[in-house]
């Protein structure tokens, strides 16, 4: 992939406390190609988050810049689409209403948008469910709920901040099998943040290691795993090979220790 979409150049970020400052992102440059999936991947407060928020110009950054199809990113882009770990739906609404929710509130079409919402439900596993309420629906189904309404407009570019963090291990599983069947039938660039080794090793293109705050770029590993990575791919001996490169990384870091 050579058709560069995402920059992020010298990237820092500092935050005031009564203590003085705490800086949290520094020096972070990365380049990312269109439809790219990027996880991002260390330890908790090392600034994963926190570059996300600044990617999407929800965040200033305190130096460097972040530049999206070449250009300038210094409010908050609209062209993205956001998910983040508490599926934070709106509890008047069905499940069709919050997928269909950001389509709304921009007076698109409703018989433009909700053939592609209630398409997206289906592919997630929630046909059926379209007229529910959120109290009436697992974790699992309220997070693809949340990943249906980031997609609905085809977003060009799709940021997750621990999307599958709260969720248990088998619905996780699941959710990840769903978004990289989703994302290869329509290629975004993803930046993904997680915590979890397998996962980033499992869902990304690269992976991106931090370092423990302020956060500096530790190592980015290619993987080059066969897509689509079903449930067979743990059984990959290259698999085995990335987990343990990364988690050597953390171990050398102090993150983990033995």
Avoid at 4 to 10: E, G, T, W
Avoid at 16 to 21: F, H, S, V
Avoid at 157 to 166: C, H, T, V
Wanted: aromatic residues 6%; charged residues 25%.
């Amino acid at each position: 992939m050579t058709d560069s979409y995402l920059q992020i150049r010298d990237l820092r970020k500092a935050f005031p406390t009564r203590q003085g400052e705490t800086r949290a992102l520094d020096g972070v440059s990365l380049t990312i190609a269109r439809g790219e999936f990027v996880a991002v991947l260390g330890p908790s407060g090392c600034g994963k988050s926190t570059m996300m928020l600044m990617v999407a110009g929800l965040l200033r950054p305190s130096g460097g810049e972040v530049r999206v199809a070449g250009r300038p990113v210094d409010k908050p882009i609209t062209d993205v689409g956001i998910v983040f770990q508490n599926p934070v739906l709106l509890d008047w609404l069905t499940v069709l209403g919050n997928a269909m929710f950001v389509a709304n509130l921009r007076h698109l079409p409703k018989a433009e948008v909700e053939p592609r919402a209630r398409e997206l439900l289906r592919a997630v596993g929630l046909g059926g469910f379209e007229q529910h309420r959120p109290y009436q629906l697992s974790g699992g189904m309220k997070q693809r709920t949340a990943i249906c309404r980031a997609l609905v407009l085809d977003p060009p570019l799709l940021l997750m901040d621990e999307p599958f963090g709260a969720l248990d291990a088998l619905t996780r599983e699941q959710m990840r099998l769903d978004l990289e069947r989703l994302w290869l039938q329509s290629p975004k660039t993803v930046v993904f943040v997680t915590h979890s080794v397998a996962e980033a090793v499992l869902l990304a293109d690269r992976v991106v290691i931090l370092s423990p705050r302020p956060g500096r770029i530790e190592r980015i590993i290619d993987i080059d795993l066969p897509r689509p990575r079903g449930l067979q791919a743990r059984r990959h001996p290259r698999f085995a090979e990335y987990e343990q490169a990364i988690t050597d990384i953390f171990l050398a870091g102090g993150v983990l220790r033995a």
